[in-house]
């Protein structure tokens, strides 16, 4: 994290501490509440907990709200969610070898940071960027993999946690559990289609793979799902709708390009680093922009 913390679109680390004793009354008033709202909570009731319970707690910067709670009313907002995760993921994906693993819309925080500005294509061109003044962060590397300066490389062994790879649900959240199965038979077969997930044992394994190894293809099935996360929000929340049929006839290609059926011969992005060169070919992305946001744009093919 601390790594991480240097880089554009990444949650700022400040520091850490060691903490001994019983939780305040709020921490157990906001677990109450949690627990009326949604009946159930992954963390153990705070009473449980006495003076000699020791916790470490980790102090970061402000990154707003989370993506899940921020409606998308204008398509700048969809553009600069899009594109600021894009190119957050890619040049992690450069400096850290970096996979989120688990990039749902509750790990994606957003936060104004600048005024809003209408996209005019007879002033702008094809740039999409940096017109809503959203910011994003990226947060919660519980299932992340990374390679650090040291060279040690840091990730979470996910075959550890089997449910993972067997939770059902519909819709948006379809989308989320299958990408842990999709990751899974990736790295397990080098195939992008889903298998009998809770019968592929590690030893059946064509490429002999595990979790410490670097596979920036669960980068991609992410931009996918936010891709689809982005244009349910707008559809739902969207002042424009008429933008939203022009926002899918833009992205059509790029659509194509992140489904796992397309095959990598015909043009299927297999890290975040090609789609970053995809919407740069395009247009989306200024040269300025990436340079202040560390991106080499030397390696880029010219657009």
Known sequence: MNQLTELPGF??????????????????????????????????????????STFLVIELGDAGR????????????????????????????????????DLH??????IQNGDFTSIDPNNHGNLKFGFSGLEITIIDYGLSRAKLSSGEIVFNNLETDPGLFKSKATGEDKIQFDNYRRMRTHLLTGERKMAAFYTLEPDQ?????????????TNV??????LHHLERSFKEHGVDQKELREF????????????????????????????????????????????????????????
């Open 11 to 52: 949650v700022l680390y400040k520091d850490a501490h060691l903490i001994r004793g019983k939780p305040v009354p709020q921490i157990k008033q906001a677990w109450d509440a949690w627990e009326e709202k949604f009946e159930e909570s992954m963390f153990p009731d705070p009473d449980v907990f006495g003076p000699t």
């Open 66 to 101: 989370e993506l899940n709670d921020e409606p998308m009313k204008q398509i700048e907002q969809v553009w600069d969610v899009l594109l600021g995760v894009i190119i957050a993921l890619s040049r992690a994906e450069a400096t850290h070898e970096f996979e989120h693993r």
């Open 105 to 110: 819309n509750s790990n994606i925080c957003v």
């Open 205 to 217: 394994s064509k490429n002999g793979n595990v979790w410490s190894e670097y596979i920036p293809y």
């Open 221 to 226: 099935l992410w931009i996918r799902y936010l």
């Open 248 to 303: 899918k006839n833009q992205t059509k290609e790029l659509k194509t390009r992140l489904d796992p059926r397309t095959l990598v011969k015909n043009g299927a992005f297999e890290t975040a680093g090609g789609v970053l060169d995809f919407v740069w070919e395009k247009g989306w992305v200024s040269q300025e922009q990436l340079e202040e946001r560390g991106v080499d744009t030397t390696i880029l093919s010219e657009a």
